[in-house]
């Protein structure tokens, strides 16, 4: 064991070495990652430096540094070399953006395989996959809505994380609607009738339904976020881990911002005191 030991530190102290060693760390446990928008303000900040636990939802196919460039063939299919769990409701998730796999995001997950979505400004409704009684079990009566038969949970995450917010400022569903006609939404307009109309639309809201194996990710700055309402949902070949830790933090004006760094965002996100 001691000579074992003595060969991995004098490896370890090679150029050779340290490579592979950083490389394995970067392909196999964690990446840095750093948060370049406000979608999920207040929960992580421009400026906030974090590392990515790439284990979290079994092993991705590695890809080289700032290249990009996948190191082994994709055999499975699904964009990992070891499955594992699935992203799970409310989990802020790191992947790769649909349009562009080079680029990284990151934002919350809000509903899994077979959810249905509906949006309305500033009202986020979600009918979960295992049904009504699911629904009635887990959530309190003031936030279910009945809608085409079925119990829908309106902002189901906004108790739960404190950064979740909307901006009163912003009509995004007017902003949708200029998507929609220039066909870059990637949900559907719909008439609800439960749902209060919009005065000078023919729809009252925008519906969608989760595909097999994939996610719905929205930003936690919910008016201000470039996300699955637009692109669609991310498959699981795209999911990259979920943040650790932010190991350094500055504002736009470069001062450091000493009460986040260190800070695990597994427990932050829960902290009335971050938001």
Known sequence: MKKFLNRFYTFSNSWTGT????????FFVAQAFVIPSGSMIKTLLIGDHLFVKKFSYGVATPHLPWLE???FPDLKGNGHIIEGD???????VVFRYPKDEKVHYVKRCVATENDEILFQEKNLYIHFSEGDAYIKENFP?????TIAGKLWVNNPYIEKFHGIHYDDAINLFQQMTLHLSANQLAMKPAQVQELPSISGYG?????????????????????????SRFWGSVPYKLIVGK????????DDEYKIRWNRIGRFIETMQYDESFF
């Open 19 to 26: 490579i592979v060693i950083v490389l394995f760390v970067i």
């Open 69 to 71: 460039i996948p190191v």
């Open 141 to 145: 009566p003031e936030k279910i809505k």
């Open 243 to 250: 943040p650790w830790f932010i190991y350094f933090s500055w």
């Open 203 to 227: 729809f009252n809201a925008f519906y969608t339904k989760v595909e097999k194996d994939s996610y719905f990710m929205m930003g936690d700055n919910r008016d201000h976020s470039n996300d």
């Open 86 to 92: 699935r992203p799970q409701r409310g989990d802020i």
